[in-house]
């Protein structure tokens, strides 16, 4: 059996899943939308650095047409972190950027996400919220693009 369909079928898979979807909100949240949700927490969770923020490089990889062979395109600037709560729950975060608050932020927020008692807050002031206005850029986005649509077309001369 492949090793991606072992780890679908997993009783914690729905687990796994969720902490992905709410570190990819994590991810997407700003500064202010993360302190808001921790803000919403009660009690908030207190939580000490296994990782402190750190901020460094990571390779990007690409690939000419999704399939041919791959080279390095560039480098991103990534700030990671681990915490874990005094309940024992452990949370990490990766973001694209420099912010270590942000990246602090998120990682509490992955690990209280665990605890049954902050996962309605945190789906209500940040969840969401996030992919409220996520959705909402997306659709601006789409609108821009229509508006510059251009529609070609041939005509037909009647000689042959």
């Known amino acids: 059996m492949p090793e991606a369909q072992r780890i679908h079928d997993h009783p914690d898979a729905r687990v796994v899943s969720a902490r992905q979807e709410l570190m990819e909100i ?7 939308e993360l302190t808001s949700a921790i803000d919403a927490l009660d009690p908030r969770p207190e939580a000490t650095d296994i990782r402190p923020a750190e901020t460094g490089l990571v390779m990007l990889r690409g690939r000419i047409g999704g399939s041919g062979a791959p080279f390095n395109f560039g480098e991103a600037t990534v700030t990671r972190a681990a915490v874990r709560l005094g309940t024992g729950e452990t949370g990490f975060s990766y973001l694209l950027g420099r912010s270590k608050t942000r990246a602090r932020l998120a990682a509490v927020l992955e690990a209280a996400g665990q605890r049954p008692e902050y996962r309605r807050s945190i789906v209500q002031h940040l969840v969401r919220p996030v992919a409220e206005r996520l959705e909402s850029e997306r659709r601006a986005t ?9 529609e070609f077309f041939t005509l037909v001369r009647g000689e042959d």
């Open 26 to 32: 994590c991810a997407h949240a700003t500064e202010a």
């Open 142 to 150: 789409r609108e821009e693009a229509e508006a510059t649509r251009v």
